[in-house]
């Protein structure tokens, strides 16, 4: 596959994206574009004369991917807006979504626009723009698919976990690792689900997990399990091995490669014992997961899924 890189702003983010590369070269090739201001010493960059260089790069490419980082990301999206980058998929670090509008005004109505299929990566309390913020945005203007995945716990504009970029970017890019992505989420869901079970007490696999249980289309990037806030203190103590923090929505695991959220909440519905991998797993029926993803912005490629499959059940 061939990725061009589009840094940050700063001198800083050169280097940085040359190492990203040199680590994605494992799998891909590429481009970075480097930017007229670093190279004339001067603050900002200019999204035009950029904009520019980003249309020779590409303009006799057909198959390729974007990875791109804070204004980075402005400036991909700048161009998709204008009909000048076309990529097959991207990946976005630390949008700067406030700091993008100021210069690229119309970014709302891109994302509203948006068909590229888009990760967007971000630090919790990143200081440039939180993921909270970041969450509002996305549901507010509603791509048309999107995944946002959030760093917990890190206050920085850095992005710089290179083993979990790698995966990510790996499996999001490439077809051909999505399988074995697949059988660690299968591994982890077994252990998991044994141990649940064992301790007899309710709980509810959620969001994408319940989907894969279910046979829809779809692989997770992690799980996420719903349970009663009185058994969060048990579940810490049991998964002590694979305890990352906790805060006031309940504990976060990472068992082998994949993250496990353990979320309180008293009111799990009313789950059906579902037989996947050997094991049962509590989900709600798959009706009840149409409905919580038609209520959810930018979620359509999801339903379009739930709705293939609850067709072809029929």
Same mark, same amino acid.
């Given at each position: 596959? /061939?990725?061009?890189? @589009? ?11 040359? +190492? %990203? =590369?040199?680590?994605?070269?494992? $799998? ?30 590409? +303009? ?89 995945? +959030? ?7 850095? /992005? ?6 790698? =995966?990510? %970017?790996?499996?999001? $890019? ?11 989420? /299968? ?41 009663? $806030? ?33 979320? =309180? ?9 579902? @037989? ?30 739930? =709705? ?7």
């Amino acid at each position: 596959m /061939y990725i061009i890189y @589009l840094a940050g702003n700063s001198i800083n983010n050169k280097t940085w994206t040359e +190492k %990203v =590369k040199a680590k994605f070269d494992s $799998f891909s090739t590429g481009d970075i574009l480097y930017y007229d201001h670093w190279q004339a010493g001067e603050k900002w960059i200019n999204l035009e004369r950029e904009s520019k260089k980003l249309a020779e790069l590409v +303009k006799d490419k057909i198959n390729y991917f974007v990875f791109a980082k804070s204004i980075g990301s402005v400036l991909a999206l700048k161009n998709i807006y204008e009909g000048i980058l076309n990529p097959k998929k991207m990946v976005i670090c630390g949008l700067p979504y406030r700091a993008g509008k100021e210069e690229f005004k119309e970014i709302d109505e891109c994302l509203k626009t948006l068909k590229v299929p888009t990760m967007f990566i971000q630090n919790e309390f990143d200081p440039v723009y939180g993921f909270d913020e970041l969450a509002k945005v996305l549901a507010n203007n509603s791509p048309n698919d999107y995944h946002l995945i +959030k760093k917990p716990g890190n206050s920085t504009h850095d /992005y710089e976990d290179y083993e979990n970029l790698i =995966k990510q %970017v790996k499996i999001y $890019f490439g077809d051909e690792d999505k399988q074995v992505h697949l059988e660690k989420i /299968y591994k982890t869901l077994d252990f998991v689900a044994k141990k649940l079970n064992t301790l007899n007490i309710k709980w509810l696999l959620g969001a994408s997990g319940a989907l894969m249980v279910h046979g829809v289309k779809i692989a997770p990037w992690d799980l996420d399990i719903l349970t009663p $806030f009185e058994n969060i203190k048990l579940l810490k103590d049991e998964f002590k091995e694979y305890f990352v923090s906790e805060d006031e929505d309940g504990l976060l695991l990472k068992i082998g490669d994949i993250e496990v959220e353990i979320i =309180k909440l008293d009111d799990l519905g009313n789950p059906a014992p579902t @037989l996947f991998q050997d094991n049962l797993i509590p989900v709600n029926p798959l009706e009840d997961e149409l409905y919580f993803y038609e209520q959810r912005p930018g979620r359509e490629n999801t339903v379009r899924l739930i =709705k293939e499959k609850l067709k072809n059940d029929k």
